[in-house]
């Protein structure tokens, strides 16, 4: 069973926080998002890792994630009647990806809503049901991509980070939010490998140990075929494929 967020030690909660320097090319994209939000009454955020990566100085327009406090594909359907662009709905996961009008296909925002989930099985995919910004964070791989950048006009640019994010991401430090997330979910050993090959982090002690206890488990045996065949993809587009199989063979050494 997943636990529960522990209560959050954190100086911001799930609503407050500094605000995030967001980039200028995407800043009027996330303030139309945010008025949409007002004019539904639906709270808006930028989630995971693109506000890692603005929190980073980078200048990510592409591939945006977007979470709501309500329903998500309505929301979706009212920014692509807005905006313009392509919609495509999975009714199976709430979720909608929308690809904006122009020609990049990477601008793209998949819209959600707010969930938690349960793992009622390792490796298995989670249960899910609607929940609240800290729990649609908690649900997520390491607390640098648990964070969140409120949208809507009154709140613009706030930065949500009740698992301490930003901290972990000043320091390199790629945190899980609770011990079981890599049984629960064995493709976070892989993300984490990527992360910490693309930014030159490291796994905090406690994650590691538990990193390790996993590989010794087999949990990445648990994953099916076509799960652990998209990780290992996603591994090989990175700048430095070879610096990430060569992580990956050292950890699973030292899980022996
Ligand atoms: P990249 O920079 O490689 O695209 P990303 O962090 O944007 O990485 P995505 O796969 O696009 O990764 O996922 C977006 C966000 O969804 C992540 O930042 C994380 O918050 C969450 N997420 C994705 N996969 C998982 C997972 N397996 N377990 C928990 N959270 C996940």
Redesign the pocket.
Known sequence: MTPRPARAPAREGARAGAPVRLPPAVTPLLARLGQLGDARGVAVYG???????WLLGRS?LT?L?VTVEGEGPAFAQAAAKAMGGTLQVHPAFGTATLQLPGRNPRRRI?VAGCRKETYVRPAAYPVVARGTLEED?F????TL??MAVALNAARFGALADPFRGREDLQRGRLRVLHAR?FLD?P??IL?GI??AQ?FGWAFEAQTARRLREALAAGALGWLNAGRLERELT?LLQEPDPAACLRHLSRLLERAR
């Open positions: 989630v995971g890792g693109c506000v890692r990566d990510r591939d994630d998949d964070l649900r997520r791989d390491f991509n648990a997330s979910d493709t976070r993300r990527r992360f693309r996603r």
